[in-house]
Structures are given as structure tokens and as C-alpha cells.
């Protein structure tokens, strides 16, 4: 950092920007052509990630990067939307839209690849097994390195997978099974090992609950997460406040991360400002570690080298998105990702289903009754102005929420698009 | 903080250094007075004190401050000096005074209290013993709350002991022996547990070294400090890399810390800046974590309310400003300190002796030869001007070193007392 030039580059950012915003302002001025003036935004959109991330700090025209701390007013990259109607990071996701969150823009956004037909077809024939209905309906929607990872399992080079929870409530709700049920399939069809990660540490950091609650809450959502049905023989869940303390090699992991990233880093990927506490500015270290395969040597003989994938909502992306920067720093090869999208809040796809508000939720320990009075209450159809109407036309698919719990439910796809073309 | 206005400080350093640079070279040129030169030259080396402190960053010639580098404006309370002629952190200890820092001032300024005799006389009383010579010398000049620790002790209510070291090489110095020396006189005075942390994970963090490097240095240095003769029955050595993943309940403590203190606090009280990684910013928490008696459950039983004493050289107070500050939002009561002076480099009280300069230490692993080469070649005497007047009229004893040496490890009052009227 006492590098000359490395240390221009905010400044070359900031006039990069400057110049930019002219070329833009010049030609809707000129009324330009459509694509070229798109062209023009998305580099400015661009640029302006990559000041953030560069200087923790927002861009503002004729105001230098200065040299103090920058607070960040938002959210990150995560945050800053395209037209500013998403909003996704690790601890929001929201959308002015009842369709959800845009996610080709969030692709685009996040730097990662779409889960094309192809890449289906490819799981499919490595694995030769159909493909699970989360990849067939685009639930699991997005990817890192996954070609990389077949390329490797094809000659005969395994992978694990890496999964986690934040226990922040003692009963678990149905959006929160959609990375493990997605998990437990490729751990049956690939046959490797998996580790699960309970971060009952980050909820003690960010939520006001003591650190007992938050360890209960981890052996509760254990049980829940065991009945998933993973092999016993090829799975380790573990709890923060457990495992940190309890191997060396973890928090050996832990602190060469930590030595990996700078708090302007973190200020850029997760938002912190000077007021967060320490314990959350570390925190990303801790489920970045997972990620290497020397984390778990009672698992791996001490490998380094064994490729991680992690399935996991693309709101957990941003602590990936630091891993793999960090990885090849630290000589460990970069986790690959299969990113799903968000499991709707019975209000609708505005939000995410969410254990802080049970009234949005669908808890594993409601009983059938319950989950039934909560649907027929709760949940939003789109339909019609009146019932006669809405009985006759039925609800609109596109935002209908029933509908889109058994797009993740409902195994079998003629059912499914029966029930669709009925409620067109 | 993203204020334009305050970003001008660092430039305005920058430049001030770059002029008295080139006074420097100006001076010597012209073949300018010594006293001039020398004059210059520690105003050179103040500003680029203070230049790292504000920037965060080294002063390099024809490079100004970079705008990602950020940025504290001071040093806090530690660092920010009465005349700005000493300077006392964990990592850095100077001052232009040939006697050595002003401790009375540092009193003031870290707001601890002064070992008056009346203190001395106490411990004297309550331990039945004649008190140390760093005790009788002044050596231990400083404390905080060591009247309650009596006042308990005099209950029977016991306390127990925590020092440490930070193992940035192979050989430790006799400087380093200082507050071990003590320690064991309090652990046979007193009759007490002891737990030494050796933090390896800060060097790893803090130098370019390697975790593998800094876990060694932390084994053989822990051999040097066994050889100090502590009771083995009751005294913990450990390393931060080995114990922080090998004790679930230190972990909880460490998280604890970490949620009640923020980046602005640790920016104030260390100096931290937006580049430093997160490792660093999140440490001081483990160096706090010994201070309270729950870290150690193998020791004291799950007790948490178990006072703790730290003997430490003063440079480490900041630490435990912050653990104290702490203590009473976690539940667990604050440490009582026992500070002590800094042990003189060969070439003068104004630095203190460090490892990373082979020339101002004497090492444990020196032969008796090389220490005597060491103190005739390097060793500053303050001495008159000629050798047939420094050996009618002796050295200074304020400021001789070899002198401050005998204060240290001359047992014989009368004898220490002897040699300074000689070299008056």
C-alpha cells in the first residue's frame, strides 16, 4: 500500500468517472443513439462499483477520494441497484417489483455467469442423473467456475461442497431448506463430502440476542438440517463458537484471510462503516474459511487443494466474491458457486420469507393446519378485483405466491404447467 | 468522513517533510555545525513519525500520500505526546530525550496512577516481603487499581497474574525479560495462577512473516521464558495460534470483546487506519480475552469473577484502556495493571532495546564475549570529551547505559548506589 502506483489508482478512478459522466451527459445531449448511450451508463455503472470497492467511499462528482475514512452512506455494490429498485446484500434483499428481484441484472451486477440450458444438460450428463427441479426452473440461477468444476470431476478430480445457516431463530422456515435440499442432491449424485457451517457467532454480532441463545439456535437448526437426510458418513456440521475454538487449522485459515483484507475492502463488499463493531469487520474471515479444504483436515488428511462449490442464495455472494479474490493470495484454489434465487415472503416477491416476521413465514414446525390458515390469510395471488372474478380467471402466475412455492415444491413439471395455464 | 475538508493534513505533512529533507541535505553540504545537523535530523525523523501516524503510511520522497492509505489524524491518546517529544504505542517507543521518555507525563496522559512508596510499602506489607528492585527502583513506576487488588487479597480474596510476549524472533533480548523477571516475583510473592500469551497470530499479522515462522518463534521463545523458574503447577504458557482454536471458551470471549468495541474506538486508541486489514483491526480483542478468568476454565473452574493483575511495559497499556473500558459491559471485572519504564537501547534511553536491531540488543543467546563487545562498542556513556577526562571524571549517570543496566540487574542497593556517586 506504500506502492506508488498502486496508490494513484483512486485518483485515476475518480477522473475516469469525472470523464465518463461528460461522455454520458454529452451524448443524451446529442441524442444518441439508444445502445451507445446504454453502452455509455453501464461503463459509469461499472466504474462506480469498482470507486467503491477501490475506496470504500461513494463517488461524488468534484469531490476527490479523500484521504480519511469514507463511511459508506449504502450498501455497497450489493446495494447500489440499477435504477435503484433491488436491493440485495447479506443481511436486505428487497424489490420494488412483485415479479422479485431482477435477477439478469443482478448477474450482470455481480459479475458472475447465468445457468444456461447448457450447463444443465452438462450436470446432467457428468452426473447421469436427471437434473434436480431447481436447475430445470432456473431456481438455482446462477454460477461460478461450475465448468471448471465438471472439467476437474470428469478427470477424476473430486470436489466438497460447502453450505451454511444463520441461526438466528430457534424453528427454520421453508426458504431456508432451499440451499440444503439443493445440496443433499448434489451430495447424493456427485457422492462428496459436504460441511455446513452454523455462523451462531455472526448472529451474536449482529442481532441482540446472547451468545447462548445463538449457540441453541445452532444444535436446534442442526436437527432441522439433519433431517434433510445427508449421508452421515460424508457430512460435518458445525457451529462457529464450536469450531472456532476447537481447530487450530480453521483459525489458522482465519487469520491469513484476515491478513488478506483491508477494512476499505470490506467497507466496499459489505457496507461496514467506522461505527460497526470489530467483531463484524472480522466476521467475513470466518465464513470465508470454509471454503479451503485445509479448514477441515480431519476431513481432507490436510489437502489444500481439493475445489469447494458452494449452493447458497446469491445474497451470500459478496462473502464469496471476497474468498475468491482472497484465494490464490494465500494459495488455495477459488470455491466455485451455484447461486439460487429468494423464496418469496407469503406478501410476495418483494421480499424474502423471513424468521423475524412470522406473519411472512412458513416455520418447519407449523403444523399442516397452521401452514393452510397461513396460506389461504397470507399469501398473494395477483388475482382479480372480485372473488366471482378471480374463482372464473384464477390468480396470475407471474406473482401469484402459492404458485411460486410449488415452482420449488412441486416435483412433477406437467403438473406444474397444468396449474399454470389454468391460473393464465 | 467523506467531508473534502479534512483530506488536507497528510499533504500538508508531506510537504513540510519534503522541505526538511531538503534543509537536511542543505546543511550538510555546507558542512553546517553538528548541532545544527543533528537538529535537523530529528525534526526529520518527528515528522516522519508523524507522517506514518496521520497517513498510515512511510514517507517516501517525490510520493504523496495516497488517497487509499487513509488517514488518522492522530494516534489518540497513546501516541499523541505533550510537545510532542515522546512517542509510546504498542509498536512504536521514542523520544529525543537522551533520559528517556517523561513517564510522569505518560501518567497524565494515559491517566493511570504513579507507584508512590506509600504502594510500595503496602505490597511490602501484604506479600511480607521486601519489595523487588523495580519495585524499590521505580522500574514498575505505574499502575492501575492495585490498592483494590490488595484490598481483596487482604480479604483472601485472590487474584491471578497475565503478561505476555510477542514472538517476532527466534532470541528474545534482555529487555523482553523485564516484566517476566517481575511476574515471577509476583507468582512467588503472591502464590498465584499465571497465564502467558504468546501472540503469534499478531506477529503473523503485523510482519512479513509466516504463520509457520511466528508459531515457531512462539515455541522457542516460550523455552527462554520457562527458564525464568515459574511454578509449573500454576502457570498456562500458550500461543494465540494454537489455543484460540483449541478452547471454545476463550473464543466466546474473544467475541464477546469484539461486539462491544468499535473500528472508531480501535482507530482512536491504535491508530488503525482503512488499510489495515481486518486481522489488526480485530486483534486487540485477543489480547484482551486473558484479562478475564472464563477465558481458562481449566484453570479456574468456569470462575468468571476472578481479578486479574498485568504486569506489562507501558507501551501495552493501550490494550488494556480498551479491556478495561470493556469489562463491565461484558460482566467481568476490569484488570489492574502494573506498568513498567522501557528497557534503554545500547544507544540510548531514547528508544527502547529491539529485537529487529541486532546492534542496540543484547540477546539472550549472546555469549558473555559478545555481550561485552556489544557494551564496549555500542553502549552510550554520555561521557566527557576526551578518554583521559571520561576516565578521571566517569560517565553521566542519568544517561549512561550501562549505568540504567545495573538499575535493572544490580540486586545490591549499596553497591548500585556506589557506582553512580563514582560516575557523578
Not at 472456532?244 to 482465519?254: E, I, K, Q
Request: with cysteine; aromatic share 10%.
Amino acid at each position: 500500500m506504500t506502492d506508488c502506483q498502486e496508490a494513484n489508482s483512486p485518483m485515476e478512478l475518480y477522473e475516469k468517472l469525472t470523464a465518463q459522466g461528460d461522455k454520458v451527459r454529452a451524448l443524451k445531449t446529442d441524442k444518441a443513439e439508444k445502445a451507445e448511450v446504454v453502452a455509455a451508463v453501464q461503463m459509469l455503472l461499472k466504474l462506480k462499483v469498482d470507486y467503491k470497492q477501490t475506496t470504500g467511499q461513494d463517488y461524488k462528482a468534484g469531490c476527490p477520494p479523500s484521504e480519511t475514512a469514507a463511511a459508506v452512506t449504502d450498501n455497497g455494490p450489493a446495494a447500489d441497484g440499477d435504477g435503484g429498485e433491488d436491493n440485495v446484500d447479506p443481511w436486505n434483499v428487497s424489490t420494488t417489483n412483485a415479479k422479485g428481484v431482477d435477477y439478469d441484472k443482478l448477474i450482470v451486477r455481480f459479475g458472475s455467469s447465468k445457468v444456461e440450458k447448457e450447463l444443465v444438460d452438462r450436470i446432467e450428463k457428468v452426473s447421469g442423473q436427471k437434473p434436480h427441479r431447481f436447475l430445470r426452473r432456473g431456481i438455482f440461477f446462477s454460477h461460478r467456475d461450475m465448468h471448471q468444476v465438471l472439467d476437474a470431476y470428469e478427470k477424476h478430480k473430486s470436489f466438497y461442497l460447502y453450505t451454511g445457516r444463520g441461526p438466528s431463530s430457534e424453528a427454520m422456515h421453508v426458504g431456508h431448506l432451499i440451499p440444503f435440499i439443493f445440496t443433499k442432491w448434489l451430495q447424493d449424485v456427485f457422492d462428496i463430502p459436504l460441511v455446513i457451517q452454523l455462523t451462531d457467532d455472526e448472529k451474536y454480532l449482529w442481532k441482540d440476542l446472547s451468545l447462548e441463545d445463538c449457540h441453541r439456535f445452532a444444535v436446534e437448526n442442526a436437527k432441522d438440517i439433519i433431517a434433510c437426510g445427508f449421508d452421515v458418513n460424508k457430512t460435518f456440521i458445525f457451529s462457529d463458537l464450536d469450531y472456532m475454538g476447537a481447530s487450530p487449522d480453521f483459525y489458522r485459515n482465519v487469520v491469513k484471510i484476515q491478513k488478506h483484507v483491508t477494512f476499505n475492502q470490506v467497507k466496499g463488499i459489505f457496507g461496514f462503516t467506522d461505527s460497526d463493531c470489530i467483531g463484524k469487520i472480522s466476521f467475513p474471515a470466518i465464513q470465508a474459511a470454509p471454503s479451503f479444504s485445509s479448514s477441515f483436515p480431519q476431513i481432507f488428511g490436510g489437502r489444500k487443494d481439493i475445489q469447494c462449490l458452494i449452493p447458497c442464495a446469491i445474497d451470500q455472494d459478496p462473502y464469496f466474491r471476497m474468498t475468491r479474490d482472497v484465494a490464490p493470495r494465500i494459495g488455495y484454489p477459488k470455491p466455485a458457486l451455484l447461486h439460487s434465487t429468494f423464496f418469496p415472503a407469503l406478501q410476495g416477491a418483494q421480499t424474502k420469507m423471513s424468521a423475524s416476521d412470522a406473519n411472512t413465514s412458513i416455520f418447519l414446525t407449523d403444523t399442516p393446519k397452521q401452514i393452510k390458515s397461513k396460506i389461504n390469510k397470507h399469501a398473494f395471488s395477483g388475482g382479480k378485483d372480485t372473488v366471482e372474478e378471480h374463482r372464473k380467471y384464477g390468480g396470475n402466475a407471474d406473482v401469484d405466491v402459492s404458485f411460486m412455492y410449488l415452482t420449488f415444491f412441486l416435483e412433477d413439471d406437467e403438473q406444474l404447467e397444468k396449474i399454470r395455464q389454468v391460473s393464465v
